[in-house]
């Protein structure tokens, strides 16, 4: 494949910045480069454009060390909260990674962040505060609090007796309740009723003589 050296007018990623003499495909600068306003072609002419290219990459980037300082120290400040699904256990579906923490910077703050800045050793695996570690310029690190929260609805306590208060009576125990106190007014009911003799029976029991 035919390669073409060309200037860099523009901060490419993975290619180079303003003023970087680079080697490309000659069709990816024909194509691409030159089309957009990218490159130009590297000619004694196009040298004399260098300085100004230096010039221009020098401010860019003094504008993006100061602004990702700044950013740097706001970012340190906020708490980025991210919900996750969980068991009854409490133990989470998934992970959550560095792509999940930049859209809830834009989500949250407005704050948009390659997530390629945003370094986890590992995803993130358990619920609480976590340090996230930020490379926001060659020159500007930070740290953010990402703090991972359920959200999963818990289920509900169990309502525990109130002291002093009686349990209610069971369906069981009222019955037998029931009974007992029935018991002895059956009975008294049921016991035989002594005839009393009458006044008259009495005194002709008593004058009759005994044979």
Same mark, same amino acid.
């Not at 504008?63 to 120290?73: G, I, P, S, Y």
């Given at each position: ?16 910045? !303003? ?41 860019? !980037? ?150």
């Amino acid at each position: 494949m035919a390669k073409t050296e060309v200037i860099l007018t523009h901060n490419i990623v993975g290619l180079g910045a !303003e003023s970087d003499q680079v080697k490309v495909a000659a069709g990816y600068a024909r194509n691409y480069l030159f089309p957009k306003g990218l490159a130009i072609p590297l000619t004694a002419a196009n040298k004399r454009r260098l300085e100004v290219l230096r010039q221009r990459r020098a401010e860019r !980037e003094a504008h993006e060390l100061n602004t990702m300082t700044e950013l740097a120290k706001s970012i340190s400040k906020l708490i980025c909260l991210i919900s996750v699904k969980t068991g009854e256990d409490g133990k989470m579906f998934g992970t959550v990674t560095s792509g999940m923490i930049a859209d809830q910077l834009k989500t949250q703050f407005d704050i948009t962040l390659d997530k390629k800045k945003i370094h986890l050793e590992s995803p993130i695996r358990s619920l609480g505060d976590h340090e996230v570690e930020l490379h926001l310029h060659p020159d500007v690190k930070s740290t953010l609090k990402v703090r991972v929260e359920s959200s999963t609805p818990l289920p509900p306590p169990e309502a525990a007796p109130e002291a002093g208060k009686e349990e209610p009576k069971t369906e069981k125990r009222g019955r037998r309740a029931e009974a007992a106190a029935a018991a002895p007014a059956e009975k008294k009911a049921k016991a035989p009723r002594t005839e009393r003799p009458a006044k008259g029976e009495k005194a002709e029991k008593a004058a009759k003589p005994a044979k």
